[in-house]
């Protein structure tokens, strides 16, 4: 029992090691993806018409001894030609996130990253219903491993196992490392005007390039581990099913290195209606599934209104994995506060 604890501990800490210096080192993902913004592209910074402030949280195989947890915060601020012009007029926006990612039992292995984002809309016509927004992404990353709880194959005495003695060597070469990440995306994006007879409420589609600057991310001493390029699609086709609902067809591919993700999903949208303080209000309540091929099913339920955002995603794995995590997935939270007085919600995917 012991030697197989110290197997998998070693193996634990190998992990660390490895991915800090392979160039196959996977940035952090988000099942929400259109809900983390900033994360997904810097162009879509642009898109909010409203000061918005959002917080999500996800936490990946907390049933094992190696479990994922990610945070991160995200305020955006638009800026318009002449605010009293509003939606016409919107120049972009300027973004402000922040994130940790943790892995290992007791959080070991932790990832920091903070960003500003910089975007510029670009608009196709005099109506703005049509538009492409460049985004600029300038931030800096920490990262670290913290060796307690950590056990090391030159700990192991033939004899008695374990042994806490033993130093392990490869604790001399460990160093914290930060550095500057620049990222950069398009994203173009078209409402046609709506009538009862349209079918098409919107489409969209983003490419974003992240690590442009190939950072050395390496936590050995004098090795030199480069961050590989991360490219991501996304697109969405929304279509009208009535006055009040929409369903949409998405994508996402992310590729880093010789590393490939793909999704693809869908989402169903529902507009309710009530009055209150004789004044109407709207509520969207979304159901949406995704597949990640070859990874996961993705499940998600999401209210939405004027001011407040709240979702909820559940991934079921169907990898291999699922034999060790008991099928027991991956859950992910969202919420944000949008401070606008007159817009309403929309469905942007």
């Known amino acids: 029992m012991a030697r197989k604890l110290l197997i998998e501990t070693t193996l634990l800490a190998w992990c660390f090691i490895g991915t800090v210096k392979s ?3 996977q940035d952090a993902v988000f099942s929400q993806f259109f809900n983390s913004t900033l994360y997904l592209n810097p162009a879509l910074a642009g ?37 009293h012009a509003k939606p016409l007029g919107h120049l972009g926006g300027i973004g402000l996130s922040a994130y940790t990612d943790e892995a290992g039992e007791n959080g070991n292995f932790r990832t ?24 600029l992404q300038l931030g800096m990353i920490m990262k670290r491993i913290d060796p307690d ?24 070469n460990l160093e914290r490392r930060a550095f500057l990440d620049i990222n950069s995306g398009v994203y173009w994006f078209h409402t046609p005007l709506q009538t009862e007879k349209t079918i098409i409420n919107a489409i969209n589609a983003g490419l974003s390039v992240s690590h442009l600057n190939n950072p050395n991310e390496s936590l050995i001493t004098q090795d030199q ?7 991501k699609f996304h697109g969405s086709l929304i279509f009208n099913l009535g006055h009040r609902s929409t369903i949409s067809a998405n994508i996402l591919t992310a590729m880093q290195d010789d590393q490939f993700q793909n999704n693809l999903g869908s989402y169903l949208s529902y507009k309710i209606t009530s009055f209150q303080d004789a004044k109407l209000k709207h509520v969207i309540a979304r159901i949406g599934a995704w597949y990640r091929v070859n990874d996961s099913f993705i499940f998600l339920t999401e209210f939405e209104t004027k001011l407040f955002k709240m979702a909820f995603s559940y991934d079921w794995n169907t990898s291999s994995l699922r034999y060790n995590d008991r099928s027991i997935g991956t859950y992910e939270i969202f919420l944000a506060l949008r401070l606008s007085k007159a817009g309403e919600p929309k469905s942007r995917y």
Do not use: C, M
């Open 23 to 25: 160039s196959e080192a």
């Open 47 to 83: 898109i909010e018409q409203d000061l918005t402030v959002s917080f999500t949280h996800r936490a990946q195989w907390r049933n094992l001894n190696f479990p994922y947890v990610t945070n991160q915060f995200s305020l955006v601020l638009p800026y318009y030609r002449d605010k």
């Open 149 to 172: 709880g950590l056990r090391w194959g030159e700990q192991y005495n033939p004899f008695i196992g374990f042994d806490a003695s033993i130093a392990p060597t490869e604790l001399t």
């Open 112 to 135: 920091t990253g903070v960003n500003g984002t910089f975007s510029y809309n670009l608009p196709l016509n005099k109506r703005y219903t049509s538009l492409i927004s460049f985004g």
């Open 225 to 231: 581990s480069r961050l590989p390029l991360l490219y």
